[in-house]
């Protein structure tokens, strides 16, 4: 009879242990029995995987109050703080920083204003933020395990930041410059990806297997889920819907082209319509507070501007709804913060111009996590990776 080899052996093993830690990350507290029972691993097999899994700190274990009368079952945890991640959602004129735990858990946050896209001054910037969430992660096992930078911009598969128009750089390693001055393994990510991965997890599109996550900042930038997963194309950087062309001979736009969705349904466009009105704030800024705040109180100049925005942005979401059918489309970023205005020409945008079938299948909702879904989800990014061999699936 021929032997099993000991690399067959040791990868059964692994896949055993990846079942039963996942059954503890997503079911914990659970005994030992019921993991057994549930997964069909022997009770020998399952208590060598647990004893393991507690020794390396991801897993531990107390003893239940609960009891049929015999001796108290002891109760298994995922140890969320073994380690932390900091995900950073970098955009054109902020930086917001999160440190959390395994679980997706905010134990810290950093918001940062940028006044500038110059390259020395954003990554100076960037650099403070991540070190003053280094300093409020809690003493761990495994410490601060990762970092995850959204960017609004192509990223490809290697981490590198092909083009991000908005902040005018070009073939940046990002990821190198953080882990030689971190020395911690470092992903680089566009920022609608890591926000439609952290609605998928934790926010509006949880549990929902095709969805597309709408980041509107001073740019539009979209993540897509399919069938659970991100799809981010041949080369890593679809989703660049914001460039959409929506009027044919349009205003010129930094990617090259004219007329982009972006440059009518974003942020900046709503600055630009609010100078051409002359709302200023008492500093003569505009910022998107001073607007909300006008908003309501009723200010009609502001309302209508927010009515024009709703509909352009419904202009963009009838392609995205016509191109992908998903059953939810998630609008996320900081002009989520605008929906009590923007909801409704939106809605009647879609009703407009979709038919029946595309309308009556997507639903439209704003982010549960605001404008932490992209640092959240950079942060899970980090998060999965060092956890990877842990979670060895096979299908």
Known sequence: MKTIQTGDQNLIKQINKSVVFKLIE??????????????????ATVSTMVAELINDSFVYEITSDQSSGGRKPVMLYFNNHAGYTIGIDLGVNYILGVLTDLKGNIIG?????????????????????????????????????????????????????????????KQVDLKQVMEDRFHIPTTIENEANAGSHGERLYGAGKNVPNLIYVSI?????????????????ASGISGEMGHF????????????????????ASESALFIDAKTHDLLNDENEIDLGYLISEAQMGNTDVLQMLNKLGENIGIGLTNIINIFNPEIIVIGNRIAQFENWIANPIDHVLEERLSTYH?????IRFSKLGKRSSAIGAATFSTSKFLSDKRLYIG
């Open 26 to 43: 997503e079911k914990g507290p659970v005994s030992r029995a019921h993991i057994s029972k549930s997964t069909g691993l022997n009770k």
């Open 359 to 363: 309308n009556e299948n997507t639903e």
């Open 109 to 169: 946050e950093i918001n940062r204003d940028l006044h500038d896209i110059e390259f020395d001054y954003v990554i100076e910037n960037l650099t403070s933020v991540i070190e003053l969430l280094l300093k409020k992660a809690p003493e761990s096992t495994y410490g601060v395990v990762g970092i995850s930078i959204g960017v609004p911009g192509n990223v490809d598969k290697e981490d590198t930041i092909l083009f991000a128009p908005n902040l005018k750089w």
């Open 217 to 233: 900042g001073v740019g539009i930038g979209t993540g897509i889920i399919i069938n659970h997963n991100l799809y981010t194309g």
């Open 245 to 264: 062309t929506i009027e044919a001979n349009g205003k010129k736009c930094s990617c090259g082209s004219r007329g982009c969705w972006e440059l009518y």
